[in-house]
C-alpha cells in the first residue's frame, strides 16, 4: 500500500491591515469634498432687559460708543486707530489714575459684530476689570 503524505495546512490568515488602510482612503475620499450643510436661515430675537443694570455706583463708569459706521468713541470723544493693540494703548491712556473701573460698551444696533468684539477684546488687554454690553429698556405697552 502506497502512503501518501498529508499536506500539513497552514491556518488561513486575513490580513486586515490593507482592508483598513483602503476603507480609510475611502472615508477620506468622500468626506473630505462634501459640504455641511448650515442653517443659512437662523431667525435670532436678541433679548431686551427689564432691569435696572448690574453697574455698581462706587466705582468709576467709564462709556465706549459704537456707531453703526464702526465709529468709537470713548467717553464723547473719537478715537482713530489702525488695529486692537493701539485702541488699547489708547483706552490704557484714558485709564491713567483711575482705579476700580468698569467699562460699559453702548453698540448701535446696526454696527457690526466684529467692532462690538474688537472694543471687549481691547478693554481686556486695557486691564478693565469689569465690561457690560448697554442694551434696551423693553418698553412696556400700556392698554
Not at 31 to 58: H, I, K, M, S, Y
Not at 110 to 127: D, F, N, Q, T
Request: hydrophobic content about 45%.
Amino acid at each position: 500500500m502506497m502512503r501518501f503524505s498529508r499536506r500539513t495546512r497552514r491556518p488561513s490568515e486575513i490580513n486586515l491591515a490593507p482592508f483598513i488602510d483602503i476603507v480609510f482612503l475611502l472615508l477620506i475620499f468622500f468626506v473630505v469634498p462634501a459640504t455641511f450643510q448650515t442653517n443659512a436661515n437662523l431667525v435670532v430675537d436678541l433679548p431686551t432687559t427689564q432691569g435696572n443694570g448690574l453697574t455698581d455706583p462706587e466705582r468709576t463708569t467709564l462709556t465706549l460708543v459704537i456707531n453703526e459706521d464702526s465709529s468709537f468713541y470713548f467717553d464723547q470723544e473719537l478715537l482713530v486707530f489702525d488695529n486692537l493693540r493701539e485702541l488699547s494703548t489708547i483706552i490704557k491712556e484714558k485709564l491713567d489714575g483711575l482705579s476700580s473701573t468698569n467699562l460699559v460698551i453702548a453698540a448701535d444696533e446696526l454696527a457690526p459684530h466684529k467692532s462690538i468684539v474688537l472694543a471687549i477684546e481691547a478693554a481686556r488687554m486695557s486691564g478693565f476689570e469689569k465690561i457690560f454690553l448697554q442694551t434696551s429698556r423693553e418698553k412696556k405697552i400700556s392698554p
